[in-house]
């Protein structure tokens, strides 16, 4: 067997007498900022985010020598505290028994890697997309959605703008002001309109590439945790979805790929009419058989108890908050709603047992 070395004109050679010299790097290539974003002029597309373009951060920073200002948003934002806690915060199921179902930890990663694979396919600012992915859910409270509805009148007490406690919102309220880290602009636009709920929508590419991506990761994975636990059957699934994304395992590679292709011919981030209806029936049906199905009601009337069980204590007494969980200048209430809001499932369940545990007992 003979191998053959290629020369940088593509023209194929035999082995050189001798090899050349090795660079003073021994091989590696120092790329610092000014290089990486003229990558980004040169090889991203024209709906792309450059990160020279940003709107910048609320606090002027002098630029990293390395990282652009998306790279060292993501890393805050890997590094935070808020970001450890979704590894013990549940997605769907409370409490579920066994290793491989979902928590917010685990889609909050599934969730970058389908926005990296739809920013790589259409050529958009990757760190970007993955620190808007990565810090979508940072606010969510613990039990899933049910503690937003637990949260959901204290904001109507504290007159906040939307009338109603929503997790995106307060990942942004986290990164702003209860765990600052001074994020861009876009990062912050991203985060706060990664919910489909929120008007307007993000303001760039890469927000709508999160909003999707954050979509098209739960609905596979909380479907494949369904038919995990019992609760859901691929033949209840409806025909007409199955029929344009095939079987559940192949349901995130589908709507990406549709999703690429969908959007580089309309110039904005989109999927194809009929796997975008196929796409929403499918949010319909786990919402109906899934998320709120008649069995799930008793836990998260419990789940609902135990949250506002915690606020109400907390926002009495204040003092009991631990420093970096709550503004000590917010209202006492708006302090409990942030620190019970903050707490992982199991932190919670154990705060909720020591309080109301009966004096004496140990």
């Given amino acids: 067997m003979s191998f053959q070395r290629t020369l940088s004109t593509g023209t194929p050679t035999g082995l050189?007498?001798?090899?050349?010299?090795?660079t003073p790097t021994g091989g590696m290539i120092a790329r610092d900022r000014a290089a990486r974003i003229a990558w980004e002029h040169e090889w991203l597309s024209?709906?792309?985010?450059t990160s020279d373009r940003s709107?910048?951060?609320e606090h002027p920073e002098e630029p990293h020598p390395f990282r652009t200002a998306f790279e060292r948003d993501r890393d805050r934002i890997l590094h935070s505290k808020a970001f450890r806690r979704l590894k013990h915060k549940t997605q769907v199921f409370l409490n579920p028994e066994g290793d491989h179902f979902v928590t917010r930890l685990t889609h909050t990663l599934a969730v970058a890697q389908v926005g990296r694979a739809i920013a790589v396919g259409l050529g958009l600012n990757e760190p970007l997309t993955e620190a808007i992915c990565l810090g979508h859910d940072l606010g969510h409270s613990p039990?899933?959605?049910?503690g937003e509805e637990a949260l959901s009148p204290y904001m109507v007490t504290l007159g906040a703008p939307l009338g109603e406690w929503q997790h995106a919102v307060q990942s942004l309220?986290?990164?702003?002001?209860?765990?600052?880290?001074n994020l861009t602009f876009e990062t912050r636009d991203g985060i706060r309109g990664s919910s489909w709920r929120n008007d307007p929508p993000p303001r760039t590419a890469e927000g709508m590439a999160c909003r999707f991506a954050d979509r098209i990761a739960y609905l596979?994975?909380?479907?494949?945790?369904a038919m995990r636990a019992g609760?859901?059957?691929v033949d209840m699934v409806p025909d007409h979805v199955l029929a344009v994304f095939g079987e559940p395992g192949n349901w995130i590679d589908a709507m990406t790929t549709d999703l690429v292709v969908a959007s580089s011919e309309a110039g904005e981030i989109t999927m194809h009419d009929r796997q975008l209806q196929a796409f929403h029936d499918l949010r319909a049906f786990m919402f109906a058989d899934v998320y709120l199905r008649d069995e799930s009601r008793d836990h998260n009337v419990k789940a609902i108890r135990l949250i506002r069980g915690l606020v109400d204590h907390f926002a009495e007494q204040p003092d009991e908050i631990p420093p970096g969980y709550a503004s000590p200048d917010d209202h006492p209430l708006q302090q409990a709603v942030d620190y019970v809001a903050g707490m992982s499932d199991s932190y919670a369940l154990a705060t909720h047992d020591r309080l109301h545990r009966p004096r004496g007992l140990y």
Wanted: hydrophobic share 35%.
């Fill in 220 to 225: 596979a994975h909380d479907a494949e945790d």
């Fill in 46 to 49: 024209p709906a792309a985010t």
């Fill in 231 to 233: 609760v859901l059957t």
């Fill in 173 to 181: 309220r986290i990164v702003d002001k209860l765990e600052p880290l």
């Fill in 55 to 57: 709107r910048g951060r």
């Fill in 143 to 146: 039990f899933g959605h049910t």
């Fill in 16 to 22: 050189p007498e001798s090899d050349p010299p090795a």
